[in-house]
């Protein structure tokens, strides 16, 4: 099983709609969460942190279910400006024992029409 | 001015040659990673560092080496070029303090192209 897992999309969504993206981990000591955007050519950006109760930042909802190891991103009235390619992040436990590394899923593509 | 910048942008060179690929940063920040970012492959660990002092291999080490010249500066140098090594290369910087949440803040990415 692969660390990090994402659906690779691409999602291809009109302007308005909601759009919802799935992640699953493997290692079930890791503690942070995150989501990273990542526009064509450019570098990664967090874009939310995730925790344990659920958070919400405007349009975005990111959510975590420790047992089943899933995460999830919820955008809401979809823009333009959302075409990017999101990234699930995880922190590594086993890099040398070193905490706070950073797994990365390969990123699912969104796409928003007009 | 940009936080973590990375010099060269672009950079094409072939089989054999040796080259460098720098990144500075202005944020202040303790720890230092190098990623290559493969299309259909995601971004992965190549070294990081936690302090000048402090070098750790990531994932995919085997043909790179790193310095640490100072807090601010992280170089990763590839001595013998391959074609497989062409991808998107990124630096990053983070400051994970006790029980945060730790964020990285990326630099722009060099390109490099092996013939």
């Known amino acids: 099983r692969k660390e990090v897992e994402q659906d690779p999309g691409p999602f291809n969504v009109p302007e308005g709609a909601t759009v919802a993206f799935n992640c699953t981990y493997s290692n079930s000591a890791s503690q942070s969460f995150f989501w990273y955007r990542q526009d064509c050519r450019k570098e990664p950006k967090l874009l939310m942190s995730?925790?344990?109760s659920g958070n919400e930042d405007g349009r975005f909802t990111a959510q975590l279910n420790r047992a089943s190891q899933y995460i999830s991103l919820l955008i809401r009235d979809s823009k333009l400006s959302d075409s990017a390619t999101y990234l699930c992040v995880v922190t590594a436990t086993n890099y040398g024992g070193s905490q706070g590394n950073l797994i990365f899923g390969k990123g699912t593509k969104l796409s928003v029409k007009p | 001015d940009a936080d973590v910048t990375q010099t060269p942008r672009n950079r094409i060179t072939k089989t054999g040659k040796r080259i460098m690929l720098e990144c500075s940063q202005t944020k202040g920040h303790d720890r230092m990673y190098w990623y290559r970012q493969d299309p259909g492959l995601g971004l992965r660990l190549i070294y990081y560092s936690f302090d000048v002092k402090d070098i750790n291999k990531g994932e995919i080490s085997d043909g790179y080496s790193v310095s640490r010249q100072a807090q601010a500066k992280f170089s990763l140098s590839l001595e013998s070029a391959i074609p497989n090594q062409t991808a998107l290369y990124f630096c990053?910087?983070?400051?994970f303090g006790t029980g945060a949440q730790e964020t990285q803040y990326f630099g722009p990415g060099t390109r490099l192209l092996v013939l």
């Open positions: 995730v925790y344990s």
């Open positions: 990053a910087t983070s400051d």
